[in-house]
């Protein structure tokens, strides 16, 4: 008798786990989809380190400039520097819209030098890291980019 008992409150106890571990993995779930939003990357963001195509990384740095990336509720703007002076190069601005770690890019307006990229809409994947680290990742104007950036406190 004392057996069957046993055996019954030990399939209980692990159905019971197994419905609590189900639930935890939900949650941890829906808090790392939850992660990455709008507000998870509002913000002022560095271009630490760039691909493109099939050429090896490199940083800004290293071709004479920085990149700043600026995010507000709905709108995003690009600052292209150079290294030395802090002269602006170039700069674009638009909206954006973040969900489920796809990033999506507007241009609304750009320098004279980007003119090509006017109207354009761009969509990245993007990963963030609890280290203040964003790494996007997607096609511009045919040419796939990878881009890491940190985010400037």
Request: hydrophobic content about 40%; glycine content about 8%; overall charge positive.
């Amino acid at each position: 008798m004392f057996d069957r008992v046993l055996n019954s409150f030990i399939s209980i106890l692990g159905y019971l786990m197994k419905t609590l571990l189900t639930v935890l993995s939900m949650f941890v779930g829906v808090v790392a989809q939850a992660q990455t939003t709008s507000a998870s990357i509002m913000g002022t963001w560095d271009l630490s380190q760039f691909t493109l195509g099939d050429s090896l990384p490199t940083t800004p740095q290293e071709r004479g400039f920085k990149r700043l990336k600026i995010f507000s509720t709905t709108h995003f703007t690009v600052l292209q520097l150079d290294a030395q002076t802090n002269e602006i190069l170039g700069s674009l601005f638009g909206t954006y819209s973040l969900a489920k770690g796809i990033l999506t890019e507007s241009i609304l307006n750009v320098s004279k030098n980007a003119a090509n990229m006017n109207g354009k809409t761009f969509t990245f994947k993007v990963t963030l890291s609890g280290t203040g680290t964003m790494n996007q990742v997607g096609d511009i104007n045919g040419l796939m980019t990878t881009e890491k950036w940190t985010k400037v406190k």
